[in-house]
């Protein structure tokens, strides 16, 4: 009968439990898997410090399980090194504002120690009252020690320039003295004897010896520039480097002359530097300009353009240019690209240009084609009144 069945049907449906409460998820054990899951330990304590929840993250952080943590204090099983001032503090941060952030000591089962970044959060009930702390944590043994290692590394070669800077300082200090002697007793040996005493072969080993010591009071002399970049450096002030420029080019006034070099510019800003280091600076950008060109007369054009947080300055030149693989290692000490012959100097000219450089906290480099010319860029932050030069 229809009605028979329906009903017979509606008294299986009751009797019978549906699929989906078979499934029934519940909610405290799935928080506690996903708790589990996530790589950061995570402690629950109560206000008393009573640890009620540790995940698995956290038992494989201190080799203690949960079954032996839970309800004992937190720091009796992994912070016993937590110091009475740092406890006071963390109560007093957490009581005030309900967070605490820091880098505690713990000690894993086996006593070895290390070090837990943690963030620290009060919990509280429906009604805003404090009722517990949750803590999440990780290992940061491994960046502390990087760290130390880095800032000790740091401080080494910290040291060990300031020493470099000393020793060069006093070595070509104390070394023109007595090369200044040289120099002066030959020149009075080649003035009085030459043409009388002397044969030809005897004239040209004194030409020779006063050339030597004439190339080295040159190389003494810009190795003591270079290390009184930082020794003598002067704070930030306001320079306008079109002012620079003009005095630049009145120093290299003899060079320009006899090169028929045309020097030409844009407009170039204001900014916080050491005024005697950028005439070095560029003084030394242009007269490499002016060197090192062709057969035409050389041209040098310097700009400037505003780029984010900081000045890019450009010497541009028509010279010889340099080679792709020598653009790099001509920024270093007594690098050169030519023979003396060919282009005087020591080769210290584009290093102490870079080591001015990079006491502003500014970059140098090169672009060049070979026969072509060249393009010096450097770079000076816009914010060095804030900082200063060298600060």
Known sequence: MPGQQEADREKSEEETPSV??????????????????VSDAIIITDLDGTIVFWNKQTEKLTQVSGEHALGKSIFDVVVPRVEVEQGLEIIDTMNTTGHWRGEVPFVRKDGSTFIASISSSMLKDETGTPVGIIGLGRDITEMKCAETALKDYSERLKQSNVELEQFAYIASHDLREPLRM????????EKKYKGRLLDEKAEEYIHFAVDGASRMRQLIDDLLEFSRIERRGRPAEHVAMET?????????????????????????????????????????????AIKYCREEAPRVHISAVRDRGEWVFSVQDNGIGIPEDQQERIFLMF???????????????LAIAKKIVERHRGRIWVRSTVDKGSTFFFSLPIGMDKCGAGA
């Open 20 to 37: 989906a409460s078979e499934h029934i998820i519940d909610p405290l054990r799935l928080q506690t898997s996903i708790l589990d899951q």
């Open 182 to 189: 040289i120099t002066n007793f030959l020149d009075l040996l």
């Open 244 to 288: 620079v420029l003009d005095k630049v080019t009145r120093d290299l006034k003899m060079s320009i002359k006899e090169s028929g070099a045309v020097i030409t510019h844009d407009p170039l800003p204001s900014l916080q530097a050491d005024r005697v280091q950028m005439t070095q600076l560029l003084q030394n950008l242009v007269d490499n």
């Open 335 to 349: 690098q050169r690209q030519h023979t003396r012959e060919d282009h005087p100097g020591t080769g210290m000219g």
